[in-house]
């Protein structure tokens, strides 16, 4: 796993460990929340364990534990992983360097 203090651009909100919020919208406009925690920090991709499945190709708001936006995220992969599921994010607003 990734020390978030050697990858430059790594935003620390999302520490290792870190509790977040993912929120989507599924099928008629049926909106969802979870809450995960941060297992694998990168700077393009962000995975996390939940006790919820997301589809993948799902398009997400990723926040803090106090709801403060960290930006769009898509499903990349959703996997079982004991009775919780492994969910990787490709985040790419963060995947762009700093102008």
């Known amino acids: 796993m990734a020390d978030n203090h050697s990858v430059p651009g790594v935003d620390e909100r999302l520490a290792i460990g870190a509790l977040l919020q993912i929120r989507w919208e599924e099928r008629k406009g049926v909106h969802r929340e979870i809450r995960v925690r941060a297992v ?3 700077r393009s991709v962000l995975r996390v364990q939940s006790e919820r499945k997301i589809a993948a190709g799902t398009l997400v ?4 534990a ?6 769009r995220a898509l499903i990349r992969e959703c996997t079982t992983k004991g009775m919780d599921y492994s969910i990787a994010l490709y985040v790419p607003s ?3 360097p700093d102008l």
């Open 66 to 71: 106090e709801f403060v936006p960290i930006g």
């Open 40 to 42: 694998e920090v990168t």
């Open 94 to 96: 963060r995947s762009t």
């Open 61 to 64: 708001i990723l926040y803090t």
